[in-house]
């Protein structure tokens, strides 16, 4: 099927491998993607509104390539690697319980964003706007409170330690 210069809405995804396709110049409105394969698709002037992406694989996407206007994605129990999300206003999306490795999310603004459960391994934040985000839970994230906006964000132990390591500190 051709997911070219479409409109879905309210639509379910169910166990498709869209790998290597293209939703150029698509828009998706409401829309369920569950077990779906969504490794290198284009996702160029692509529009997600209230997007629920559930157990997919997520593989070399660049949503830093899609229609920016009202952007609103939720990611629960997937794998979204190697993935590019820089200079996106993501305020208020959610990436619960995912796996989110070698991802960069750098200069975008993550406000009220939910990463908790996650797995952030090599995944990079610079200049980012963290501010009210929830990493409860979350693991392996690097996170340089010199270089990212981190006031009121949610934390837990033993994890919330990592915030130290761009401080050059001996911790005994």
Known sequence: MNYNNKTF???KFNNINFSGNSFFNSTFIDCNFTNCNLSNVDL???KFQDVLF???KILGL???????FIIKLIFKNSLISMS???NLDLRNNIFNSCQIYDCDFTNSNLTN???EYSDLKNT???DSN???ASFKFAKNYDINPKFNNIKKAKFTMPEVVNLLNGLDIKIE
Do not use: G, H
């Not at 660049?62 to 920016?68: A, E, K, M, Y």
């Open 9 to 11: 809405e309210s639509k």
């Open 44 to 46: 160029t002037n692509t």
């Open 54 to 56: 559930e157990n997919c």
């Open 62 to 68: 660049n949503f830093s390539n899609c229609n920016t």
């Open 84 to 86: 590019i999300f820089i």
């Open 113 to 115: 964003t939910d990463f």
């Open 124 to 126: 990079i934040f610079q």
């Open 130 to 132: 963290l501010n009210f």
